[in-house]
């Protein structure tokens, strides 16, 4: 026996309503997962992604900013102090400034005014959350990666 019109009617109603309801939170929250994964893409592509410093990248560029303190200590030996620009090592001292690993816009560069001494380091290129820094008065390096 088949069903009557008006059954099929309301079958057929209710399963296309609760189709498109699904179909509607579905859609949703495919659109809302899509965003999210766009955004987390479009921060990384146009924030620099410092926020993904490996520990190698940190550790070569440790190393080669002790490279650069070196040649900073070398300028003071025969100047009787730091130079003003970290360029003043080229050529003498360095055949070119060795650039960080990490994601970073370039080294920064701090002589101190009051004392011989100086600041080195780097930061990450928009937060400015993750920076690695050298202070020659204490003669270290440390990593600081905004609390995260």
Same mark, same amino acid.
């Given at each position: 026996m088949g069903k009557s019109g008006g059954e099929k009617s309301r079958v057929h109603g209710a399963l296309t309503a609760g189709g498109c309801a699904f179909g509607a939170v579905g859609f949703v929250i495919l659109f809302l997962a899509t965003f999210f994964v766009l955004s987390v893409l479009f921060a990384k592509f146009t924030t620099g992604g410092g926020w993904d410093w490996s520990e190698t990248d940190i550790e070569q560029t440790r190393q080669r900013g002790t490279v650069l303190v070196a040649a900073l200590e070398s300028y003071r030996s025969d100047h009787g102090t730091f130079p003003g620009k970290l360029d003043a090592l080229v050529p003498r001292y360095l055949p070119a400034i060795p650039p960080p690993a990490v994601d970073a816009p370039g080294w920064s560069y701090w002589? *101190?005014?009051?004392?011989?001494?100086?600041?080195?380091?780097?930061?990450? *290129?928009?937060?400015y959350d993750d920076h690695l820094t050298y202070s020659y008065a204490y003669k270290e390096w440390w990593y600081d990666n905004g609390g995260f």
């Open positions: 002589p *101190s005014k009051r004392e011989p001494g100086f600041t080195l380091g780097v930061w990450e *290129s928009e937060t």
